[in-house]
């Protein structure tokens, strides 16, 4: 140092990380968590009551009252405060769920460290965790381990993405000879993908960003339980290969959102091979039934897909994100291999430095493969099996209930851990019975007494809604989901009641 004048700054907040890195956490952690009790204690329910406007305000307020002393510990309050929490019995609407205690330390650990996946020299051991995690959910999906590839991403969106664009690369780079991720599409092919009408949007998003258009994707009929109908499937592939166009990937959803209803995948899986066109089955949902050992057989037929779908913020307790996507075979995965210079040198590579850079389509990417892998190491396929059939449990309870319910009506039986439903008034017409269940679930949330999913189902009319409660709280317990169904029933009854009125 001689010579040169001392530049870091005075008092200069502490890091996270390093060797001191612990104890400049230790007492931040223990404001966070007494600040995430109180708030907790403040909302005393599911969400904060009193709307959007009541919200708004008090996000106002604590903006502008807090300082640099207390800032850490007033905005966890509010956060906490403010939040609908999955954690809540009566917080059941979303595919949201309540993170495990031993994820979220785990994700801690990531943050203070903050490893990046897209070097090896940002993440040496995270490199090689992700790569080993990578190796035991392809071998959960059926795939041969040593054949697939995979890469952990932000959620089933992203996923999708990138299952379709190694579709679309693979089928018209054969097409037009002239590699797509360079040339775009020609203009002389006409690609098709297909999905079932209950497939997720993020399939229309990324046929609209792959430049195919979201026209490009032809929308399969679906039974009840919304599971895709694969004779309607065979008719469109022959319509659309008569046409001349070109079936670039079959979507098959495993666990669709709102039902949980999954494909028939083997027929599927034939139907795309005899018609040459990829397969990808999005299981961001259904991918959790691979834990248990009850509802795994629903997932039958998985292993013959291209690439895969899962997202272990869902039926997996990981805090968000934690996606994961799967080739079955990793040479698909040529068509995202990069090479940046400041990144993945080939001479690096020529030593035995590896690199996950070519598997994402991010840059900067956390390793969120750590949480996950310490939440498989610490409960075992099997804990994690056993919280699934929890949930599972809870909605069938829920159906149960809701069947012998007067005022309530079951759409169908659970398949995974969502039930979807409705608030049958005594006499209303379907606009009326909409408008009820609309406002008795808006009712709930401005009450703060509930957070019930809504929706509307393909095949029905647009406008006809449907409540759905999404369990995913293992903890919950059946008088609990019942509690829930009857603060449902006379939400309905109250709103029923001022529409007479
Ligand atoms: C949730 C979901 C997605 C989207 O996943 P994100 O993790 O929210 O990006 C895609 N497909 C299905 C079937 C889903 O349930």
């Given at each position: 140092m001689t010579g040169h004048a001392h530049h870091a700054v005075p008092d200069a907040p502490p890091l996270a990380g390093g060797v001191s890195g612990s104890d400049a956490l230790r007492p931040l952690l223990g404001t966070v968590l007494d600040a995430l009790a109180e708030g907790a204690r403040r909302r005393n329910g599911p969400l904060p009551a009193g709307g959007p406007a009541r919200t708004a305000a008090d996000v106002a307020d604590s903006l502008a009252a807090c300082g640099s002393t207390d800032a850490l510990a007033q905005l966890t309050t509010l956060l906490a405060q403010g939040s609908a929490d999955?954690?809540?019995?009566?917080?059941?609407?979303?595919?949201?769920c309540p993170p495990l205690a031993v994820a979220v330390a785990a994700d801690l650990a990531v943050s203070a460290l903050n490893p990046s996946q897209d070097s090896w020299d940002q993440a040496p051991a995270a490199t090689e965790l992700e790569t080993a995690l990578v190796r035991e959910l392809a071998a959960l999906v059926g795939y041969d381990p040593a054949q697939a590839a995979g890469v952990v991403t932000s959620g089933g969106t992203e996923s999708n993405l990138m299952g379709l664009m190694l579709a679309r690369d693979r089928e018209l780079t054969r097409e037009s000879g002239r590699p797509t991720e360079l040339t775009g599409v020609p203009g002389h092919l006409t690609p098709r993908l297909f999905a079932s009408a209950a497939a997720h949007f993020s399939v229309q998003r990324a046929a609209a960003v792959l430049g195919l258009g979201e026209a490009a994707v032809v929308s399969v009929p679906v039974d009840a339980d919304l599971r895709m109908d694969p004779d309607a499937l065979e008719q469109r592939l022959k319509h659309s290969v008569a046409e001349g166009e070109i079936p670039v990937a079959v979507v098959a959803t495993a666990g669709t959102t709102d039902t949980g209803g999954i494909d028939p995948l083997p027929r599927i899986a034939d139907l795309a091979a005899e018609y040459g066109a990829w397969l990808h089955v999005d299981a961001a949902y259904g991918g959790g039934a691979l834990l248990s050992d009850r509802l795994a057989p629903l997932l039958d037929g998985l292993a013959r897909a291209d690439s895969v779908s899962l997202d272990w913020h869902k039926l997996g307790w990981q805090p968000a994100p934690a996606g994961v996507f799967l080739v079955?075979?990793?040479?698909?995965?040529?068509?995202l291999a990069r090479r940046a210079v400041y990144l993945n040198p080939a001479d690096d590579e020529e030593a035995g430095y590896p690199s996950l850079l070519g598997l994402s389509l991010r840059t900067t990417r956390r390793p969120d493969a750590f949480k996950i892998l310490a939440t498989l190491r610490t409960l075992g396929r099997s804990g994690l099996g056993r919280l699934v059939d929890a949930c599972h449990d809870l909605a069938r309870h829920a159906a149960a209930t809701v069947a012998d319910h007067p005022a309530l009506e079951l759409h169908t039986a659970p398949v995974l851990t969502t039930v979807v439903f409705r608030y049958r008034p005594a006499s209303a017409g379907p606009d009326g019975t909409d408008r009820i269940n609309g406002a008795l679930r808006r009712r709930l949330l401005h009450e703060g007494r509930a957070v019930v999913g809504r929706t509307e189902l393909p095949g029905e009319g647009p406008g006809r809604v449907r409540l759905k409660l999404t369990l995913l709280n293992p903890h919950t317990t059946p008088a609990e989901v019942d509690a829930l169904l009857h603060m449902v029933a006379e939400a309905g009854k109250a709103e029923e009641a001022m529409s007479d009125g």
């Open positions: 999955p954690a809540e019995p009566a917080c059941a609407a979303h595919l949201h079955r075979r990793a040479e698909t995965y040529a068509p």
